[in-house]
């Protein structure tokens, strides 16, 4: 009897069936896949406002829109920054970065200053992202990724 690879099985089904969904929201759209305004370039956009957004979530050891313990917080999110990251793959991307009030955030999976942001380096890194935050089935962030 040999051991079945299930897990993994069940994770590619899971990918396919969330591309799948978005393939055809595409098409309901009217979106082409590729191309300034297309599927792949809004996809990116969202995972990486994403990412930021639980490293944010991290950083300040609490939910969006939550309290602290104590009822008041030293340190809180202060909006947005915009900024454009330039992909091999899909081009520039216009994202919106979190800022804390401190300015104490060190953002990871798209560092201050950065422009540049390479496919193999992004895909990495959001991997290990989401398979961090989703580890037990909830959401919670404890990442370090290495500078490329």
Same mark, same amino acid.
């Given at each position: @009897? &040999? ?12 990918? =396919?069936?969330? +591309?799948?969904?978005?393939?055809? @929201? +595409? ?23 994403? +990412?930021?957004?639980?490293? *944010? &979530?991290?950083?300040?050891? =609490? +939910? ?12 809180? #999110? ?5 900024? &454009?990251?330039?992909?091999?793959? %899909? ?5 919106? %970065? ?12 798209? !560092?201050?200053?950065? !422009?540049?942001?390479?496919?193999? *380096?992004?895909? !990495?890194?959001? !991997? ?11 959401? #919670? ?6 500078? @490329?």
């Amino acid at each position: @009897m &040999t051991p079945t690879k299930k897990p993994d099985a069940e994770k590619r089904n899971a990918e =396919r069936e969330a +591309a799948l969904t978005f393939v055809r @929201m +595409a098409k309901e759209k009217g979106l082409d896949l590729t191309g300034p305004d297309g599927l792949l370039k809004q996809f990116t956009k969202s995972v990486l406002e994403t +990412a930021l957004d639980e490293e *944010m &979530t991290e950083h300040l050891g =609490r +939910a969006k829109h939550k309290k602290s313990k104590d009822g008041r917080a030293a340190n809180t #999110r202060n909006g947005t920054t915009a900024k &454009t990251v330039v992909t091999d793959s %899909v081009g520039p991307v216009g994202i919106e %970065v979190p800022r804390d009030r401190d300015g104490s955030f060190e953002p990871v999976v798209v !560092r201050k200053r950065q !422009r540049r942001c390479f496919a193999s *380096m992004f895909v !990495r890194q959001v !991997r290990q992202c989401f398979s961090v935050v989703w580890a037990d089935g909830f959401p #919670r962030c404890r990442h370090r990724f290495p500078v @490329m």
